[in-house]
């Protein structure tokens, strides 16, 4: 295929070169982002303001849960809104 570029294995990426304001949310519960990848990817960003685990959570309760709103957008909604002065 034109423009595809085809390797075997994924291109490296370099979380540490990303700037900007990064708020993580996580889940206790999550099998596929785990816990321990979590925490090494945080610890590779420099730019972490903020890391919300949510314990009982897995992974797609992000968009399903029935209480994601509280549990999570709303905060979210409120740390964009401090970071461009929309308070």
């Known amino acids: ?14 979380p540490g070169n ?3 304001p ?5 889940g206790g519960r999550d099998w596929l982002a ?3 990848d979590v925490t090494r990817l945080e610890a590779r ?7 919300d685990v949510i314990s009982d959570w897995e ?5 399903w849960a029935t ?3 509280a549990a999570c957008y ?3 909604i409120q740390l964009i809104k401090q970071q461009y002065n929309l308070v």
């Open 1 to 14: 295929t034109a423009g595809i570029l085809i390797q075997p294995t994924p291109p490296q990426y370099h």
């Open 18 to 20: 990303i700037t900007v």
């Open 45 to 51: 960003l420099h730019s972490v303001i903020k890391h």
């Open 59 to 63: 992974h797609l309760d992000f968009v």
């Open 34 to 36: 785990v816990p321990s």
């Open 74 to 76: 709303e905060g979210l």
């Open 22 to 26: 990064i708020a993580m949310y996580s």
């Open 67 to 69: 209480n994601t709103y």
